[in-house]
């Protein structure tokens, strides 16, 4: 089985931190993604990678930025926290074919910023 | 742009009793349809997807789904609910692999299933 493994299931910051959110997977998935899930408005795409240091914007990038160093690690930054990025953070990963392949998800990390 | 809606926020159902959980998508041509559940406090797992062919598709815990083209939806039904089914369920679409363009998945806001005894 996948296993999508993100390095904190809860995290209190304060504003201004710069906060990193960690993602492991262990299938040698060619995608990362991470997704925001806030009540009423499902997942959000915030950034995506296809490959090793490569990525792309989601829809709602402001605020946060990515890094993949090696193919099974995924970070997504927030440069300077603020309240409302307090949200659950879902990381996952597919292979890259087919193109819109399962995607297979971690636990999430619940971010409070205060 | 794909979209996808999922008109009810919010479903109670009576253990025992029939389930269908709506969605409807927006895209072009043929696309990739996800369900996927994820019980409180937990990530989200694949219930079951379309990619082509039969368009009655069976899942995971007795779960199934069907794309109707000409409705645009993938409706997900369950004959007999169990109350370990409460959750919120999510609907997803991907663009088909002839689209060079996006690549991830658009999901739903999610359907919060709620299941008396």
């Known amino acids: 089985d996948v296993k999508v493994t993100q390095s904190s299931r809860y995290l209190v910051k304060r504003t201004g931190e710069k906060v990193f959110l960690e993602c492991v997977q262990d299938m040698d998935h060619e995608n990362m993604f991470w997704y925001r899930q806030d009540p009423g408005l499902g997942l959000r795409l915030i950034y995506f990678?296809?490959?090793?240091?490569?990525?792309e914007k989601g829809d709602i990038p402001e605020g946060y930025s990515v890094s993949r160093e090696k193919k099974e690690r995924f970070s997504l930054i927030l440069e300077s926290a603020s309240t409302n990025q307090t949200s659950m953070y879902l990381c996952a990963s597919s292979l890259r074919y087919p193109r819109q392949g399962t995607q297979h998800f971690g636990d999430g990390t619940r971010l409070s910023i205060l | 742009a794909q979209s996808v809606t999922q008109p009810d926020i919010h479903i109670t159902v009576s253990e025992g009793a029939s389930l269908e959980l709506r969605c409807n998508y927006s895209y072009g041509a043929t696309p990739y349809l996800f369900w996927y559940v994820q019980s409180p406090g937990q990530g989200l797992q694949l219930l079951l997807k379309?990619?082509?062919?039969?368009?009655l598709v069976q899942g995971i815990k007795g779960f199934e789904a069907e794309f109707k083209r000409s409705q645009s939806s993938f409706n997900l039904r369950k004959p007999s609910v169990h109350w370990s089914d409460a959750a919120e369920y999510f609907c997803?679409?991907?663009?088909?692999?002839?689209?060079?363009?996006?690549?991830?998945?658009?999901f739903g806001s999610g359907t919060r299933l709620q299941v008396q005894p």
């Open positions: 379309y990619f082509s062919g039969d368009t």
């Open positions: 990678s296809y490959d090793v240091k490569m990525k």
């Open positions: 997803a679409v991907g663009a088909s692999l002839m689209d060079t363009g996006r690549r991830a998945l658009t």
